[in-house]
């Protein structure tokens, strides 16, 4: 792609879809017509590009100019109005789904074609939008067409093919998610503050503390489970001392006595 013009964010408002920025979803937007209608929209969207306070459009068209500023401006006017037509006939079936989903995407591309925002480029063989911001248009008047195909104009090196409407199921299966689950604007999330680290000298310190507590709590433990285990094995050993302790100091008393 090479870049064919460029607008300044501030001369424009830019167009906001479920509180989301379009042009930022070019990609999606653009996968979902080349994947859900027909791959010859390929190169019909423009390709923004921020560059600070200003947004580049690319194109892999070469010579694009303005329409109202071009020699070729009753030709572009009139395939933009060829490709129009047939976008709005989808449109309009995306919109009567049933599946809240599709309905959704058909509400997002209503938004995109909207003929007042969008901007025509030509070259005398191909078109090219730029969309997603308020231009308030009014120059895209609608020629008289005398029935020429998108195909045929657009992009006459690609085989024709005759336009398929997907399945409901296929839209379905192919939309990536939910439309609470998709959010077409980049929204920071909050997350917790991270505790700075610490030197690498507190954590050696921190790891020597633990490990020593752990060693004499190893060890008294050692030492208490000693004791169980002999005061519940030689029990009787135990009695026995007691015993001749017991006999012992009876003698002692005796021979003090005598």
Not at 99 to 113: E, K, R
């Amino acid at each position: 792609m090479q870049k064919f013009h460029s607008i300044a964010t501030d001369r424009y408002i830019p167009l906001s879809f479920d509180n989301a920025y379009l042009f930022s979803q070019y990609d999606r937007i653009s996968n979902f017509l080349v994947f859900n209608l027909d791959k010859k929209y390929r190169n019909f969207l423009a390709k923004p590009v921020k560059n600070n306070y200003d947004i580049d459009w690319y194109s892999v068209h070469m010579g694009l100019q303005p329409v109202e500023h071009s020699s070729y401006r009753e030709y572009g006017l009139k395939q933009y109005w060829l490709v129009m037509e047939e976008l709005q006939k989808r449109i309009e079936e995306l919109m009567r789904n049933r599946d809240s989903n599709v309905q959704y995407w058909g509400a997002i591309l209503q938004t995109v074609f909207n003929p007042e925002d969008n901007l025509i480029f030509t070259n005398g063989q191909d078109i090219c939008i730029i969309w997603g911001w308020k231009f308030e248009n009014n120059q895209n008047r609608k020629p008289q067409l005398l029935g020429d195909s998108f195909q045929e104009t657009i992009s006459p090196q690609d085989t024709p093919l005759p336009p398929q409407i997907p399945s409901p199921d296929r839209l379905v299966a192919d939309i990536s998610a939910p439309k609470q689950a998709e959010s077409l604007e980049y929204v920071p999330a909050i997350e917790n503050p991270i505790p700075s680290p610490a030197a690498p000298e507190e954590y050696f310190m921190a790891d020597v503390k633990e490990e020593n507590v752990d060693v004499e709590t190893g060890k008294k433990e050692s030492f208490l489970t000693f004791l169980k285990y002999i005061a519940v094995t030689y029990w009787w050993v135990l009695t026995v001392l007691l015993v001749l302790i017991c006999l012992v100091f009876f003698f002692k008393s005796l021979i003090h006595r005598s």
